[in-house]
T-cell receptor
Framework: DAKTTQPNSMESNEEEPVHLPCNHSTISGTDYIHWYRQLPSQGPEYVIHGLTSNVNNRMASLAIAEDRKSSTLILHRATLRDAAVYYCILKNSGGSNYKLTFGKGTLLTVNP | DAGITQSPRYKITETGRQVTLMCHQTWSHSYMFWYRQDLGHGLRLIYYSAAADITDKGEVPDGYVVSRSKTENFPLTLESATRSQTSVYFC?????????????FGPGTRLTVT
C-alpha cells in the first residue's frame, strides 16, 4: 500500500479554518484519497474522498495537489466537536482492495 | 434505527474463555469487516467478508473465528481469549470495495481479558 505522512498533532481555535495536510508521494494513478476521523471513544467516521479534483461536502473540503502527491483536508469553521484524530488513507480502485490501512493520523485539538 | 450496531459495548472475560462479539448492520451492505485498535498500532484488520458465507483473513486473524450466515450479521469469536486480545474491536460495513466506497463503523466493543 502507498504510504501517507501526516503531522502527529495540530491545534486550532474554534470558528477558525483548519487545514490538515497529508503527503502521499508514492500515490498511484488509481488510488483514491480518503479521509476518516475518529472522535474520542467512537468508531472512525468517513469524512470525504477524492481522486484528482477538489471535492466539497457538508463536512469538509478536500484540496488535491495537481501532481496528487499531497492533499489537504479543510474544515472551514472548526467547532469543539471537530476535535478528533484525522486519518488520510489511500485506497486503490481495484476491486480486490478491501482494506483501509489506518496510520497514526493527526490529532486535532480545537480551543474554545 | 438503521445503522451498524455492536454488542456488547463492554466485556470483561478471563483468559481461556470463549467470547463472541456481535455485529449487525441494517443497510444490506455486502462487505463487513472486523478491526482491532490498540495503542501504538492503530486499526488493524482481523477478518472481512464479501458476502454471506464468504470470509477471508486480514492482517491479524490468529485466535479469531468469524462466520456470516446472514448478510446483516458478522460475529467475531475469540475461541480461547488471551490477554493480548485485550483491545477495542470495531465492526464496519461497506457497499463495495473498489475505489470510493466508504466504510461505516460501529461504536466498538471494549474487551478486557484478565
Amino acid at each position: 500500500d502507498a504510504k501517507t505522512t501526516q503531522p502527529n498533532s495540530m491545534e486550532s481555535n474554534e470558528e477558525e479554518p483548519v487545514h490538515l495536510p497529508c503527503n502521499h508521494s508514492t500515490i498511484s494513478g488509481t488510488d483514491y484519497i480518503h479521509w476518516y476521523r475518529q472522535l474520542p471513544s467512537q468508531g472512525p467516521e468517513y469524512v470525504i474522498h477524492g481522486l484528482t479534483s477538489n471535492v466539497n461536502n457538508r463536512m469538509a473540503s478536500l484540496a488535491i495537489a495537481e501532481d496528487r502527491k499531497s492533499s489537504t483536508l479543510i474544515l472551514h469553521r472548526a467547532t469543539l466537536r471537530d476535535a478528533a484524530v484525522y486519518y488520510c488513507i489511500l485506497k486503490n480502485s481495484g476491486g480486490s482492495n478491501y482494506k483501509l490501512t489506518f496510520g497514526k493520523g493527526t490529532l486535532l485539538t480545537v480551543n474554545p | 434505527d438503521a445503522g451498524i450496531t455492536q454488542s456488547p459495548r463492554y466485556k470483561i472475560t478471563e483468559t481461556g474463555r470463549q467470547v463472541t462479539l456481535m455485529c449487525h448492520q441494517t443497510w444490506s451492505h455486502s462487505y463487513m469487516f472486523w478491526y482491532r485498535q490498540d495503542l501504538g498500532h492503530g486499526l488493524r484488520l482481523i477478518y472481512y467478508s464479501a458476502a454471506a458465507d464468504i470470509t477471508d483473513k486480514g492482517e491479524v486473524p490468529d485466535g479469531y473465528v468469524v462466520s456470516r450466515s446472514k448478510t446483516e450479521n458478522f460475529p467475531l469469536t475469540l475461541e480461547s481469549a488471551t490477554r493480548s486480545q485485550t483491545s477495542v474491536y470495531f465492526c464496519a460495513s461497506s457497499d463495495g470495495t473498489a475505489g470510493p466506497y466508504e466504510q461505516y463503523f460501529g461504536p466498538g466493543t471494549r474487551l478486557t481479558v484478565t
